[in-house]
């Protein structure tokens, strides 16, 4: 039986403008539908398991989601940034107050802008850019990270030091995810061991450089007064609070 309630929802927009997905994602359109949070959502918020796992926002973008065929895993990070802080616009409104040396700021998030994806380096639809490392012969090929491999970065970063004790492998372990070849080999084993025994300090700062460039997303910076009386660009923080205002985080 049809409902004789209603919940309002919007269109939000994808800084990739979908463009970095197959034509058969829902996610292609280069814009989801999002509905405005509801008491059900606030609950999610203080549920205790999904906060102690890290996963209380991801719990709660699921929800708001309407299109439940969009599979959560496969959208970019840039663009869940964006659908991040339209969630929090749609739910609490435009004004976000944090603090800042100090200082109670407050940040017109409608005012953030999109950085959109350069549609002259896509082809084909595909999520995979070439790179020519500037300091050797090599070439790689490299994708933008999609919320599941940051997962599986995570997962992997965590298996990790549990077996190596005092170790920090983010970045490697970052950098074996992203490139998809060298020279043309596919091949997982010799993606890790380039990364592990003949990726220069120099050409993996390069890519990083050129991927942060590529990627879409949104600008999360924003303009505050500090205790010198100045101004500063800072980043915008996310907590439970910026989700959740009279949580008190």
Do not use: C
């Amino acid at each position: 039986m049809e409902s004789k309630f209603s919940l309002p929802t919007e269109m939000v927009e994808l800084p990739s403008k979908g463009l970095l997905y197959p034509e058969d994602s829902p996610l292609s359109s280069g814009m989801i539908e999002m509905k405005y949070m509801t008491a059900k959502e606030e609950d999610l918020l203080t549920n205790q398991n999904y906060i102690r796992s890290g996963t209380v926002i991801d719990k709660l973008m699921k929800s708001l989601i309407v299109d439940k065929t969009i599979n959560y895993k496969d959208i970019l990070i840039g663009d869940k940034n964006a659908l991040m802080f339209a969630a929090r616009v749609l739910s609490y409104g435009k004004d976000y107050e944090f603090m800042y040396d100090g200082i109670e700021q407050t940040v017109d998030l409608s005012t953030l802008e999109l950085k959109y994806i350069d549609e002259d380096k896509v082809t084909g639809r595909a999520n995979e850019f070439t790179f020519k490392l500037p300091s050797t012969d090599n070439t790689v090929t490299y994708k933008l990270l999609t919320h599941g491999d940051e997962f599986n970065i995570e997962s992997e970063i965590a298996g990790l030091k549990k077996i190596h004790k005092g170790t920090s492998p983010e970045s490697t372990t970052r950098l074996k995810r992203m490139i998809t070849s060298v020279n043309g080999s596919r091949e997982v084993k010799d993606i890790r061991e380039f990364v592990d025994n003949y990726l220069l300090a120099r050409d993996a700062r390069a890519l990083r450089a050129e991927y942060q460039e590529i990627q879409p997303d949104i600008i999360m910076k924003a303009e505050v007064r500090n205790q010198a009386g100045g101004e500063e660009d800072v980043d915008i923080p996310i907590n439970l609070n910026f989700f959740w205002p009279d949580s008190g985080i």
